[in-house]
């Protein structure tokens, strides 16, 4: 693992996406090399699984080649682009497997979190808006984006009943909606 | 989009994002998706919750998962197709000249600017679709056959960018189930084209869709690419 290792420019890695756009193969490997060791450590915190990461990732590739036609430069975001396909292709492949990740065993497999950099695409005020929400809100949001948990494993992780995980995660979202958007009016 | 649908939109889309979206419901919604306020909505959201991404210590995967990449997306030719290939195209050049040299000039060859495969996967494609001479004519070819119920037809439509015709999907028409076909556009679709960066494919009674909008599910969305010159 490498620590601390900083991310490829977003300027790059867009340029190397809309090379892909127009199947330059080489620009995909190079692509693939600078982004796999992100968005394999990502798959990994899901699917905890190496073995079920590692056919995820292959997924992944064979997405992000065939939709680099639909990423727009203009938006930025490159990775943020590429990191979201890992985790929408990780909920596919859980719900292929049918996957129960409550009580599992291969948690060593799980990368560190570290003090490496952020991906650059924080909305302005995140941290505020989703520090003024109740702790056990942010603890069901961050184990449903972060971990791919659903509603059900949720509950059980945390020991609440269903109907108040379900509605603390629509509230949550709700509030950071209008806390991030009144705050964007206000910057 | 009416506030009401625009609001339950709202909540499915971040519940899609964050990922407690699951099953059929997900599924459902993922057909929802071609529509472009429906892709805004959940941009939106992706955009709002990428502040959750945590932070995590780069992971190498094993070389065995690029191999695998190559295979499915058959990246790497081996070197006697690449031959057969350049044989092929040998041959072809010899007929074609053999046959111009003999009939009258025919209409002058548009070039393909845009291309786009409607596929299963990289594995099974069904049609790959080109533009050709700056949106004048479309070509369609049918690589494998797709499945198709009696008194049932597939339509071929752009999606145009979303100051286009208010973002709504125009008819191409019919995709052929045999051989290819190569058609004019009018002038209506050449505007729809412009910019557009995806087709999409959806299931209609024969004859195509009635009302000028897709009625059926939409089975595939292919991305328009600019052809390399």
Not at chain 1, 128 to 136: S, V
Not at chain 2, 91 to 118: M, N, S
Not at chain 2, 204 to 216: C, D, K, R, V
């Amino acid at each position: 693992m490498d620590r601390n290792e900083t991310l490829p420019p977003e300027i790059e890695l867009a340029q190397l996406l809309q090379r892909c756009a127009a199947h330059d193969s080489a620009a995909f490997r190079t692509l693939y090399d600078k982004t796999s060791p992100i968005l394999f450590a990502r798959l990994l915190r899901m699917l905890r699984r190496r073995s079920v990461a590692e056919e995820a990732l292959q997924d992944v590739y064979v997405r992000i080649w065939e939709r680099a036609a639909q990423y727009e430069a203009g938006r930025g975001r490159a990775l943020a682009w590429m990191v979201t396909i890992a985790r929408y292709c990780a909920i596919d492949l859980m719900r292929r497997e049918r996957m129960t990740l409550v009580g599992d065993d291969a948690l060593a497999e799980v990368p560190d979190e570290s003090a490496g950099d952020p991906l650059p695409d924080k909305p302005n005020n995140f941290d505020q808006c989703i520090g003024q929400l109740p702790e056990h809100t942010r603890n069901c949001l961050t184990l449903a984006f972060v971990e791919g948990r659903s509603h059900d494993e949720i509950a059980r992780l945390t020991s609440n009943p269903l109907g108040s995980v379900k509605s603390w995660i629509r509230r949550g979202l709700l509030s950071l909606k209008s806390c991030l958007s009144a705050e964007g009016q206000t910057a | 989009m009416k506030s009401g649908n625009r609001e339950l939109v709202d909540r499915l889309a971040a519940e899609y994002v964050l990922g407690t979206l699951r099953g059929r419901a997900r599924r459902r919604f993922e057909r929802w998706l071609v529509s472009p306020q429906v892709g805004e909505i959940v941009k939106a959201w992706e955009e709002r919750l990428a502040g959750l991404e945590p932070r995590l210590d780069k992971v190498t995967p094993p070389s065995t998962v690029w191999r695998g990449i190559e295979n499915r997306l058959e990246l790497r030719r081996k070197p006697v197709t690449r031959w057969l290939a350049i044989a092929a195209s040998i041959i072809f050049v010899v007929v074609i000249g053999f046959y111009t040299a003999r009939k009258p000039p025919a209409p002058p060859a548009l070039a393909a600017t845009h291309q786009a495969l409607i596929q299963e996967n990289a594995q099974t494609v069904y049609w790959s679709v080109e533009l050709l001479g700056d949106n004048q004519e479309l070509a369609m070819h049918v690589q494998s056959t797709h499945a198709l119920e009696p008194g049932k037809a597939l339509e071929l439509w752009v999606l145009p960018a979303p100051e286009v015709n208010n973002g709504q999907p125009v008819s191409l028409g019919l995709l052929p189930t045999t051989g290819a076909e190569r058609r004019a556009l009018t002038a209506a679709q050449r505007a729809a084209l412009v910019g557009a960066k995806q087709l999409a494919v959806s299931l209609e009674p024969s004859g195509g869709s009635p009302t000028g909008l897709p009625t059926g599910p939409v089975l595939h969305v292919a991305a328009l690419v600019p052809v390399p010159t």
